[in-house]
């Protein structure tokens, strides 16, 4: 049974709508500004942008690609978790994802690198992915080993992880560790029921993964497993672990994602959140769901890194009380 302080706060993220003056959700189209939806998407996270206590931001152009470090104390310097920033393939950047991914490396006690790839309908398909790849390469020539890193992100950030270790594969480049995959987008032809039936009861405005997909793909097939991972030769992945939210249109994907990977051998987890929105994880410590699933993702992460089996109680979320 889901707890009452979560279904409050879902309740209030899938009708923000209303609190802003509106009746109806918004319907994206093609007439739809993305430059006006960047805009209020940066907006929007200037509310949650507080860096926690003990993490410090080094910013750094890496390959070309604004990049940001966001470093918890007493991190081990040799170990680094790439995370790869959600927003359909159109939105997202290091500060926008600033108050979210400092709070992820505060809580794994690992330092996080973040970056902005290039962003669709200017740039589409492949060149998130080639940013992607680029800066996994700059980090191995770095000096970091395979076994010291992990990829990790949310939503078209979480398809970009698994499309990242697709294209690692097919390069014959070393593989990270591990990955975590946040409510993945890893089918862009969005023929799942999900699609319809959820698309209502989430956050996301009403057509904007079709209006998405559309602009990522550019004149490319969506079955592309470049573009779709589902669609691709999955042996020979690192384990990963997938969550999604169940009120979710991208809980198929994580799904049918994680199906196929165990068939095809993979060490997977997938964890389906009842009741949960979209990336529900990464608001812990709100209610308890939340910090439940972002602490598997904690001891999955610090499991695969080689830090402390004990998890320290100092790096757990704690959900505090009603």
Known sequence: ????????????????????????????????????FRERCEKGASKYSKIPEGVT??????????SEWLIPQGADSNKVVLYVHGGGYVSGSCSDHRGFVSKFAKNTGVTNLIYEYRLAPEHTFPAALEDSVKIYKWI????????????????????????????LKEQNIPLPVASVAISPWTDLTCTSDCYRTKNKVSPAPLNSWFVFSKYYIGSNNATTPLISPLFGDLKG???????????????EDGEKFYLKAKEAGVDIIFRSGIGMV???????????EATEAMNEIVDFIKKYLKINKKQPAANRVDCPEM
């Open 1 to 36: 049974m889901t707890s009452f302080k979560s279904k409050m706060f879902n309740f209030l993220i899938r009708n923000g709508y209303l609190f802003q003056g509106k009746l109806k959700k918004e319907v994206f189209d093609s007439n739809t500004s993305i430059a006006g």
């Open 57 to 66: 931001t080094k910013e750094q152009f890496i390959e070309g690609m604004k």
């Open 140 to 167: 191995l020539s770095s000096g970091f080993k395979p076994d010291n890193i992990i990829i990790a992100g949310e939503s078209a950030g979480g398809g970009l992880c698994l499309t990242t270790l697709l294209a």
């Open 237 to 251: 992945l690192p384990p990963i672990l997938i969550n999604s939210g169940v009120d979710d249109e991208l809980f």
């Open 278 to 288: 979209h990336c529900y994880p990464l608001l812990a410590p709100m209610f308890k």
